[in-house]
């Protein structure tokens, strides 16, 4: 459990938007031209987006940052990034994060909070999907090109689209009973752990490119008949597999 000395509030600051810039850079490791800049921090916040900050004292060690967004005249926010410190990983902090960003988002009006994520990032795919209850039905080929960030072993930048519909039945069930509603899985997309070790070496790094390959290819083609990735499996040697169904809600402002 996370202590709860840890405290989360939106930040106003300079000072405050600062550490988000420092934790950023500690955390991917960008190069600095690749940095979101102090300047568009303190503007998010200003423009209807989010910079939400958890402190243990002084010090900053997680931020969420989104900016408002619209599609078909329908006002949502998409979160660019959430950052834990290394140091305060897997103890919860990332999902309270994430759920204090969702109650923001609700109290502002907001129906839908979208971000991308990277397939081949286990962890990441089951905080999103099973301990926070997005979907997704999107995937993106080399969203940003390839980057300087060590995280992402210089593969092209492949992400999905999570959209987390804030008050949907999935959600709600999700947060209230501990589970999201059961489905009928029609395809499962595979996840080897040994990606992350693949991704970090020079020599392995065209095996982690084969598995992007093969799997970019398994979702365009479930995407295309209407499926969504709506659960995730981690096996105990932390394989991860996507977990592909029919969504029963109808959430959605692609056409409406
Ligand atoms: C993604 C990130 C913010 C998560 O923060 P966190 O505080 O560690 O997250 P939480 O502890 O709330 O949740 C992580 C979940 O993944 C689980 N997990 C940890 N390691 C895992 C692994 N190798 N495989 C699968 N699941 C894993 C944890 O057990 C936890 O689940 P639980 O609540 O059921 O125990 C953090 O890892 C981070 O900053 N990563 C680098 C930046 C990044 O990738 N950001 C997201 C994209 S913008």
């Not at 982690?208 to 995730?232: D, I, K, M, P």
Request: proline share 4%; charged share 25%; with cysteine.
């Amino acid at each position: 459990m996370i202590a709860d000395t840890i405290a989360l509030r939106n930040c106003t600051e300079l000072e405050e938007f600062r550490a988000c810039v420092t934790l950023q850079k500690e955390v991917w490791g960008f190069a600095d031209n690749e940095l979101v800049p102090l300047r568009i921090f303190s503007l998010a916040p200003k423009i209807g987006g989010q910079v939400i900050g958890a402190w243990e004292g002084e010090a900053l060690i997680g931020f969420a940052f989104s900016i408002p967004g619209t599609r078909n005249g329908h006002p949502y926010l998409h979160s660019h990034m959430l950052a834990v410190r290394e140091s305060h990983r897997n103890s919860g902090l990332g999902r309270r994060i994430k759920l204090f960003q969702r109650e923001d988002a609700i109290a502002h009006g907001y129906e839908l909070l979208e971000w991308t994520f990277d397939p081949l990032e286990i962890k990441n795919a089951y905080l999103n999907l099973e301990r926070l209850g997005a979907i997704a039905r999107r995937y993106n080929i080399n969203q940003y090109g390839i980057t300087s960030s060590p995280l992402q072993g210089f593969l092209p930048t492949d992400r999905l689209v999570a959209e987390w519909w804030l008050t949907s039945k999935r959600v709600e069930t999700l947060l209230s009973a501990g589970e999201h509603p059961s489905f009928m899985p029609e395809v499962r997309i595979e996840v080897p752990a040994a990606i992350y070790a693949w991704k970090a070496q020079p020599e392995s790094r065209q095996k982690a490119a084969e598995v992007q390959l093969r799997n970019r290819e398994q979702f365009l083609a479930a995407f295309s008949r209407g499926l969504s990735c709506l659960g995730y499996e981690r096996d105990a040697t932390g394989n991860g597999t996507f977990l592909l169904g029919h969504w029963e809600e109808d959430w959605s402002y692609a056409s409406k």
